[in-house]
Structures are given as C-alpha cells and as structure tokens.
C-alpha cells in the first residue's frame, strides 16, 4: 500500500525558512513523479514543484515560486521542500502526492498524504 507522510509544518514568522518532508513508500514503479501542492482556506489545490523519483530531475523551473526548492533524497525515500522568505500569503496545507506523469494538475496525480500545516504569521 502506497503511503504518502508529509511533517515539518508549523507556526514560523514572516521571512523565515522552513523544509517539509514526505516519506515515500510503497510506490509502484510506474509511479515515478512526486510533487508539492497546497491548499489554502477556500482555494483550490495550488501545485508548487514536481520531481522525477528515479534520477532527481526537478520540473521546470524547480518550482512555481523561486522561493521555492524541491529536492529528493532517494536512499531516505524522501521529498522535500525547502521554503524561505516565508510570506502569510503562504499559509496553506501543504500537501505530498505521487503519480506517473511530469504535470501540474492535481487529477493527475494518483496518491496524496495527508497534509501538514504551515502557518505563516505577519
């Protein structure tokens, strides 16, 4: 059984840095895409970055904000995203998935974890 586990969010302050983790198991190996998404109260799921599990090639650019980093550590079977200049626009539910195509779209991925929280406050 797949299992997507994201952790490391919390409350920081505007300006600050943050790396979320998403412990990947159980991935089929067609399903060679992991990728980055949040939610904000009353928006629809907003993609952030996407990688290529097998070889670490990031979607392009890295990710939709510059701010942004997505990077992989294979042996580790994690994701991350690493966050800085942290903005309370960035206040969302952040959100791990896997699926088998390089995309944005949200339908096209296949499995989710359960989201962590990052609070941004001003």
């Known amino acids: 059984q797949v299992h997507l586990v994201e952790s490391g969010g919390r409350v920081v302050q505007t300006g600050d840095s943050l790396r979320l983790s998403c412990a990947v198991s159980?991935?089929?190996?067609?399903?060679?895409?992991t990728a980055w998404f949040r939610q904000a109260p009353g928006n629809e799921r907003e993609f952030l970055a996407a990688?290529?599990?097998?070889?670490?090639?990031?979607s392009s650019p890295n990710s939709i904000f510059g701010r942004f980093t997505i990077s992989r550590d294979y042996a580790r079977k994690t994701v991350f995203l690493y966050m800085k200049n942290l903005e309370p626009e960035d206040t969302a539910v952040y959100y791990c998935?896997?699926?088998?195509?390089?995309?944005?779209?949200?339908?096209?991925?296949?499995?989710w974890g359960q989201g962590t929280q990052v609070t941004v406050s001003s």
């Open positions: 159980e991935l089929p190996r067609s399903t060679n895409v």
């Open positions: 990688i290529r599990w097998g070889d670490g090639i990031p």
């Open positions: 998935a896997a699926g088998s195509v390089f995309t944005r779209f949200a339908s096209e991925y296949d499995y």
